[in-house]
């Protein structure tokens, strides 16, 4: 059966020291009530090394935000999926809409950084969804579609079992508007047949879909009653141990 994940995605927040502190915290209280679910924390770059080694023998997984779209060379700046990998990460969160919109990432682009992430190890959790005026016009499916057209459904079955799909509708990220249980279930089950056509229905099967976007302890239980919401991608209530063990707590 397919797992059962409560990812956070801090973005761009958090100095090393506020990072390393908001990680232990974390780490004592799933120490104490171990969670009913898979647990990532999605940090800047800077902190993966400190926190990979940190939550060694935790049950607290570590993401990247993103990873280089070459492998290694004269490219100012850019870390690399191999690098993220030797800090000893997981997972890197790939095709977010921040990164598409603010970084110009093109399908194609998110394509090679994908099969880098998996050429060197790692898991992706790759991020897909539609913005306001195509929830709107009710593009929404096509938008999705295409998006895992576009830079996830050439990967071989053996290399689909890394992948972790986050449909985040743009309009509900940070925004406190969040998709309803029924809106977010129904393209969830669509994402899942999309992936059915593709790989087969066992592979669709174990395949985790997790819903992102102004997520909290609050509404996620009712999200995730959803047959095919496997979990969350969250933002701003990752930044707080208290709220994200709420959402972690959904699961129970
Ligand atoms: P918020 O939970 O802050 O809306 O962010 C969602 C998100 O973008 C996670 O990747």
Known sequence: MRKKIVAGNWKMNKTLQEGVALATELKDILAVEKPNCEVIIGTPFIHLA???????????AV????????A?????GEVSAAMVKSTGAEYVILGHSE???????????LKEKVDLALENGLKVIFCIGESLAQREANEQEAV?????MGSVFHLSPEQWKNIVIAYEPIWAIGTGKTATADQAEEIHAFIRQCVAEVYGA????????????SCKASNAPELFAKPDIDGGLIGGAS???PDFKGIIDAWK
């Not at 400190?50 to 607290?60: H, Y």
């Open 72 to 76: 290694s060379g004269a490219y100012t």
């Open 239 to 241: 930044l707080k141990a």
């Open 50 to 60: 400190t926190i990979s080694e940190m939550l060694k023998d935790s049950v607290v």
């Open 144 to 148: 999705c579609k295409a998006e895992l």
């Open 202 to 213: 066992e592979a669709a099967d174990n395949t985790s879909i997790l819903y992102g976007g």
């Open 63 to 70: 993401s990247a935000q993103n990873c280089a779209n070459k």
């Open 99 to 109: 990164r598409r919109e603010y970084y110009n990432e093109t399908p194609e682009i």
